[in-house]
């Protein structure tokens, strides 16, 4: 009937999205282990998101993704946090509060600025910003923790002295 086929479309949606969730971490209850959401046709997230708590991988690359949920920055991710590739143009106040354990790849949106919290984030690894329409930089950018190094190519932005990031051009 042609009532179903729209059910059959939200359970194909859902097993697209829940193909790849891990099971939960035995080494921190209530953590995923981690979720591959790229190539899913993502135009938004709900609110509700920024709650996951993420022992390894999250990637939400290769979306349609325009903004993220104001409470982003709630989000906690031990591993890897894949933005790359969608459409973002800016990023929520609350995205300075990310606490990164590994690389956070935000390079191929269409990031105009960055907010002023920018400062205050913590990345583990290395932070990839390349390939998105940065003029400047927030002058909070100076305190941004990176344990790793720091791309900015394809970018046209005059670096401020950065003493906890290496940089790589």
Not at 33 to 39: D, M, N, V
Not at 148 to 158: K, W
Request: hydrophobic share 35%; with cysteine; net charge neutral.
């Amino acid at each position: 009937s042609s009532s179903a086929a729209p059910d059959v479309y939200k359970r194909q949606s859902l097993h697209r999205l829940t193909a790849g969730l891990q099971p939960p971490s035995a080494e921190k209850p209530g953590w995923l282990q981690g979720w591959s959401l790229q190539f899913c046709g993502l135009r938004n997230l709900p609110d509700s998101f920024a709650s996951l708590r993420v022992s390894g991988h999250l990637d939400l690359s290769n979306n349609k993704l325009k903004q993220l949920p104001s409470s982003f920055g709630e989000l906690q991710v031990a591993g890897d946090l894949s933005l790359y590739n969608n459409q973002l143009t800016c990023l929520p106040d609350s995205f300075g509060n990310l606490a990164v354990g590994g690389d956070l790849t935000l390079y191929s949106n269409n990031l105009s600025c960055l907010p002023a919290s920018f400062g205050r984030l913590r990345v583990g690894g290395d932070l990839y910003l390349s390939s998105n329409q940065l003029t400047a930089l927030p002058t909070s950018f100076s305190s941004v923790q990176v344990g790793g190094f720091l791309c900015l190519n394809s970018t046209v932005i005059d670096l401020p002295d950065l003493p906890h990031v290496r940089q790589s051009f």
